[in-house]
């Protein structure tokens, strides 16, 4: 049982197209998350859901927009891609409401590259 | 603003050695800091998880251990294998209402048969 899928794995795709990649938890929990990793291995925060409220938006341009139907769900919607986009997308969840260990599940992550 | 850094940032070592990982953060305000490891190509996997209140956690040949006052969190590995070669992360999550995530830069493991 995966606890926390993102599909699709891989994405290959041209500059200008717009393309989604979707995230599902199965732990119940009811914070999710939408991490970049780029060639530097550096992880960055973009988005966290609470119960399908935004809590946390990075400095994310505007052309990347989340959407979460439910708290096992959490989406990333991307328009206009763009060359440096390509990178390593990270889904992850954890349980925020009290008593919580805050403890972060990740999913195997979506390479997307541009080209 | 808290900072977590993460040394050394590359570790080579023979097979059967016990080995350190040190992560330190400089706000000791935090909620928990919890240990990932992440294999090439991977995503994270969560190590051990220690909330502020706690010293140490163990797991089989992990021990990881906080002390909130110097803002220094250590990972032990016990008798490294090669299949302990990986990146290690830390992430320290502030005591804040938002109860931010901060990751530190990872240490680069290989372990040499």
């Known amino acids: 049982d995966t606890a926390v899928s993102q599909t699709p794995k891989y994405l290959v795709t041209q500059m200008g197209n717009d393309k989604s990649i979707k995230c599902e938890q199965n732990?119940?929990?009811?914070?999710m998350y939408w991490y970049k990793q780029d060639s530097k291995k550096f992880l960055k925060i973009m988005f966290s859901?609470?119960?399908?409220?935004?809590?946390i938006n990075e400095t994310v341009p505007n052309r990347f927009s989340p959407k979460s139907p439910d708290k096992a769900h959490l989406n990333l919607h991307i328009n206009s891609l763009e060359l440096g986009d390509s990178a390593v997308y990270f889904c992850?969840?954890?349980?925020?409401?009290?008593?919580?260990?805050?403890?972060?599940?990740f999913g195997e992550g979506s390479r997307l590259t541009v080209l | 603003k808290q900072e977590v850094t993460q040394i050394p940032a590359a570790l080579s070592v023979p097979e059967g050695e016990n080995l350190v990982l040190n992560c330190s953060f400089t706000?000791?305000?935090?909620?928990?800091l919890q240990w990932f490891r992440q294999d090439p190509g991977k995503g994270l996997t969560s190590l051990l998880l220690i909330q502020s209140s706690q010293r140490e956690q163990t797991s089989g040949r992990l021990n990881a251990s906080l002390d909130k006052s110097s803002g220094r969190s250590t990972l032990y590995i016990a008798a490294s294998q090669p299949g302990d070669s990986a990146t290690y992360l830390c992430?320290?999550?502030?005591?804040?209402?938002?109860?931010?995530?901060?990751w530190g830069l990872g240490t680069s493991l290989a372990v040499n048969p």
């Open positions: 732990l119940g929990h009811d914070t």
């Open positions: 992850a969840s954890s349980q925020w409401r009290l008593p919580n260990t805050g403890e972060l599940f």
């Open positions: 992430a320290v999550r502030s005591a804040g209402n938002n109860r931010k995530l901060i």
């Open positions: 859901y609470n119960n399908k409220e935004l809590i």
């Open positions: 706000d000791s305000a935090i909620y928990n």
